[in-house]
């Protein structure tokens, strides 16, 4: 099995201008694709270069698109991350088990403030769906995809 | 099983804007195991004036790190693992996906990709099917934090 061709990935955050001292825009991660419910969602925060610290990085469920986000909460309270102003060029990662959690995930992001700003993209991966992408678009790759065998 | 505990990504091109979209090089061999398979993404923001022209935005390979790559000879027409144009008007926000079956690949991969103008974009691979898998964040590629939800 190859696990990353029944994976589909999702965009949430594309490459933007850099920016500072403001809200990232988001796009949602709705976890049933096609009428199938993805099991586990891994949402990646990808760092460029950056002169500041992530002020919020945490992850809000609901049930309904567009509305009723509220933040999960762990063990050890909000599910957030926190990102530095010395993080360029890494990865920071909430891997999520959406057997348990609403159909409905949301990041949010905002960027402290610096002297330039921070580039920062967002992408999530679904995984572990009882069916799975059987073509470029399904799996996510809007803009192409070619196969190296 | 959970996918994305199982495999690795690996940081290629930091979200950046810019003309020398280059990634740097892919080590199939990750603590000296070889991963059978990799998933190269390429996410793109605003693509700049003039596109990304066909034959600059392909897949190399090398058996050795810093030398040597060629582009890969795919079956039938030897032209290698490449994308027709990327345009300005129609892949803005789009998502690439080169997939590969590293079993039949040199160790070293690179995707050579050159904007005409300045682009906004990014590059990652999802290392997978390794036989002996990640079992920490630093493994799995995490280079910030990582949480489990």
Same mark, same amino acid.
């Given at each position: 099995? !190859?696990?990353?061709?029944?994976?589909?990935?999702?965009? !949430?955050?594309?490459?933007?201008?850099?920016?500072?001292?403001? &809200?990232?825009?988001?796009?949602?991660?709705? $976890?049933?694709?096609?009428?199938?419910?993805?099991?586990?969602?891994?949402?990646?925060?990808?760092?460029?270069?950056?002169?500041?610290?992530?002020? &919020?990085?945490?992850?809000?469920?609901?049930?309904?698109?567009?509305?009723?986000?509220?933040?999960?909460?762990?063990?050890?309270?909000?599910?957030?991350?926190?990102?530095?102003?010395?993080?360029?060029?890494?990865?920071?990662?909430?891997? !999520?088990?959406?057997?348990?959690? #609403?159909?409905?995930?949301?990041?949010?992001?905002?960027?402290? &403030?610096?002297?330039?700003?921070?580039?920062?993209?967002?992408?999530? !991966?679904?995984?572990?769906? #009882?069916?799975?992408? $059987?073509?470029?678009?399904?799996?996510?790759?809007?803009?192409?995809?070619?196969?190296?065998? | 099983?959970?996918?994305?505990?199982?495999? /690795?990504?690996? /940081?290629?091109? @930091?979200?950046?804007?810019?003309?020398?979209?280059?990634?740097?090089?892919?080590?199939?061999?990750?603590?000296?195991?070889?991963?059978?398979?990799?998933?190269?993404?390429?996410?793109?923001?605003?693509?700049?004036?003039?596109?990304?022209?066909? =034959?600059?935005? /392909?897949?190399?390979?090398?058996?050795?790190?810093?030398?040597?790559?060629?582009?890969?000879?795919?079956?039938?027409? =030897?032209?290698? =693992?490449?994308?027709?144009?990327?345009?300005?008007?129609?892949?803005?926000? /789009?998502?690439?996906?080169?997939?590969?079956?590293?079993?039949?690949?040199?160790?070293?991969?690179?995707?050579?990709?050159?904007?005409?103008?300045?682009?906004?974009?990014?590059?990652?691979?999802?290392?997978?099917?390794?036989?002996?898998?990640?079992?920490? @964040?630093?493994?799995?590629?995490?280079? =910030?934090?990582?949480?489990?939800?």
């Amino acid at each position: 099995m !190859i696990y990353s061709l029944d994976q589909k990935i999702l965009g !949430i955050t594309p490459p933007a201008a850099i920016i500072n001292n403001a &809200s990232f825009t988001t796009a949602e991660v709705d $976890s049933v694709q096609n009428g199938v419910k993805y099991e586990w969602a891994s949402i990646y925060v990808y760092l460029g270069a950056t002169d500041v610290a992530v002020t &919020s990085c945490k992850i809000q469920e609901s049930d309904v698109s567009g509305s009723g986000f509220i933040d999960i909460t762990g063990a050890n309270g909000p599910a957030s991350l926190s990102p530095t102003a010395t993080d360029d060029n890494k990865f920071f990662v909430f891997h !999520i088990d959406m057997r348990k959690r #609403k159909r409905y995930l949301d990041l949010v992001l905002t960027i402290g &403030s610096g002297a330039t700003g921070g580039f920062v993209t967002a992408f999530a !991966i679904l995984s572990r769906s #009882k069916e799975v992408p $059987s073509t470029p678009t399904l799996r996510g790759a809007n803009g192409g995809e070619v196969l190296v065998t | 099983m959970v996918n994305g505990l199982d495999q /690795k990504i690996v /940081k290629l091109l @930091a979200p950046i804007s810019g003309t020398a979209l280059t990634s740097s090089e892919l080590d199939t061999v990750q603590s000296g195991v070889k991963t059978d398979y990799a998933i190269i993404y390429y996410m793109f923001g605003v693509i700049g004036a003039g596109n990304i022209t066909a =034959g600059n935005f /392909k897949l190399q390979h090398s058996d050795v790190s810093g030398s040597g790559f060629v582009d890969i000879p795919v079956l039938g027409n =030897g032209t290698g =693992g490449t994308f027709g144009v990327v345009t300005t008007t129609t892949d803005d926000g /789009k998502i690439f996906a080169i997939n590969v079956d590293t079993r039949k690949t040199r160790r070293y991969l690179k995707v050579t990709c050159t904007a005409t103008a300045a682009t906004l974009g990014c590059a990652f691979a999802v290392l997978d099917r390794m036989k002996e898998a990640p079992f920490t @964040a630093a493994t799995r590629g995490v280079t =910030g934090t990582e949480l489990v939800i």
